[in-house]
């Protein structure tokens, strides 16, 4: 029975070295994921700022650097690469399609009138 607990011994090690390594990573991405962040904000203020982007394009550049934002947000911080967030994943997806088709379809009402 002596030999029984001193091999689960080390398998429980191991595993608390693996979790400590994955702890590790994560901190890892979440620190990247907030540099770039305040990188992409810095970005978008001194585009507006310096008038280096066109008004016409000024929207535009701010939306693209937003998205890129929100992916880093929902991936790395909410954590929805990880397993069991297909469902909160889907419904966002859905959202934005809806989201997307309402601002067409108004868009193309404007564009028409």
């Known amino acids: 029975m002596a030999d029984h607990t ?13 979790r400590k390594i994955a702890i590790k990573e994560e901190r890892k991405y979440h ?9 992409l904000t810095l970005i978008a203020f001194y585009a507006i700022w310096s008038d280096k982007v066109s008004s016409s394009f000024a929207i535009l550049f701010i939306l693209v650097l937003a ?7 929902l991936y790395i911080w909410m ?3 990880h397993k069991g967030h297909d469902f909160p994943l889907w ?6 399609l809806i989201a997307a088709i309402t601002v067409a379809g108004i ?3 404007i564009w028409t009138s």
Do not use: D
């Not at 001193?6 to 693996?18: D, G, S």
């Not at 620190?31 to 990188?39: D, K």
């Open 6 to 18: 001193k091999t689960e011994q080390p398998v429980h090690r191991n595993e608390a070295l693996h």
């Open 31 to 39: 620190n990247v994921s907030f540099i770039m962040m305040i990188l």
């Open 67 to 73: 998205v890129i934002q929100v992916f880093f947000q």
């Open 79 to 81: 954590h929805l690469s």
């Open 91 to 96: 419904g966002m997806i859905s959202g934005i």
């Open 107 to 109: 868009a193309g009402l």
